[in-house]
């Protein structure tokens, strides 16, 4: 298997004024391909582990070969969690969450503004870089996230339903050191129909 950057479904000026374009260009055509070339790389001796879905060698990387551990960790992560970043935005959001989702989410935290709230903490507590994350686990339940660098939900059998990039690479240029105007800018371009479709398919 070889890994390639993933077709966008828009533009790179498409997410403003919630994600520059400026951004949203280096982010996808930089530092996501550099994680695309890295995985790569590193698998490309490593036919056996190569072969394997990514999300499987994720859930479970004491199974993959120790030379390679590390590389798979941050450039695989890297891989999954921006693909799936890419997905739960579109230009012009999609309003709110709708349908099972709202369902879920009012059950889990009580309703949307809450879950928003909590999100957003993990968004804005990450010390460093890393992630905010809507994961669900193997009994449906719902949670919020926050992992350290390219680190996944799949790590901790949790499927990742909707993820925030909080890499200074992803608001530096506009937003400087205002992470908390970028978490909020966000939620206006989040596409719920894919995070609906994400926790669907789980
Ligand atoms: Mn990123």
Same mark, same amino acid.
């Not at 695989?76 to 230009?91: A, D, I, T, Y």
């Not at 680190?151 to 506009?174: N, Q, S």
């Given at each position: 298997?070889?890994?390639?950057?993933?077709?966008?479904?828009?533009?790179?000026?498409?997410?403003?004024?919630?994600?520059?374009?400026?951004?949203?260009?280096?982010?996808?055509?930089?530092?996501?391909?550099?994680?695309?070339?890295?995985?790569?790389?590193?698998?490309?001796?490593?036919?056996?582990?190569?072969?394997?879905?990514?999300?499987?060698?994720?859930?479970?990387?004491?199974?993959?070969?120790?030379?390679?551990?590390?590389?798979?960790?941050?450039?695989?992560?890297?891989?999954?969690?921006?693909?799936?970043?890419?997905?739960?935005? @579109?230009?012009?959001?999609?309003?709110?969450?709708?349908?099972?989702?709202?369902? !879920?989410? /009012? =059950? #889990?935290?009580?309703?949307?503004?809450?879950?928003?709230?909590?999100?957003?903490?993990?968004?804005?507590?990450?010390?460093?870089?890393?992630?905010?994350?809507?994961?669900?686990?193997?009994?449906?339940?719902?949670?919020?996230?926050?992992?350290?660098?390219?680190?996944?939900?799949?790590?901790?059998?949790?499927?990742?339903?909707?993820?925030?990039?909080?890499?200074?690479?992803?608001?530096?240029?506009?937003?400087?050191?205002?992470? @908390?105007?970028?978490?909020?800018?966000?939620?206006?371009?989040?596409?719920?129909? !894919?995070? /609906? =479709? #994400?926790?669907?398919?789980?």
């Amino acid at each position: 298997m070889i890994y390639a950057l993933p077709t966008l479904a828009y533009s790179f000026d498409a997410l403003e004024p919630a994600i520059d374009a400026r951004t949203m260009e280096i982010h996808y055509t930089k530092h996501h391909q550099a994680y695309v070339d890295n995985l790569n790389k590193a698998l490309a001796d490593f036919p056996e582990t190569a072969e394997k879905p990514l999300p499987e060698l994720l859930s479970d990387l004491e199974r993959v070969p120790e030379k390679i551990r590390l590389a798979v960790r941050n450039h695989g992560g890297g891989h999954v969690n921006h693909s799936l970043f890419w997905e739960v935005m @579109k230009p012009g959001g999609g309003k709110e969450p709708a349908g099972r989702l709202l369902g !879920e989410i /009012e =059950k #889990n935290f009580g309703d949307v503004l809450k879950f928003k709230e909590q999100f957003g903490a993990a968004a804005m507590g990450r010390f460093g870089s890393g992630w905010a994350w809507l994961a669900a686990d193997d009994s449906g339940q719902l949670s919020v996230v926050s992992t350290a660098n390219q680190d996944t939900p799949l790590a901790e059998g949790k499927k990742p339903l909707l993820g925030l990039d909080v890499w200074e690479h992803a608001y530096y240029l506009k937003y400087q050191n205002r992470r @908390k105007d970028y978490i909020d800018a966000w939620w206006t371009v989040v596409n719920w129909d !894919e995070v /609906e =479709k #994400n926790l669907t398919s789980s």
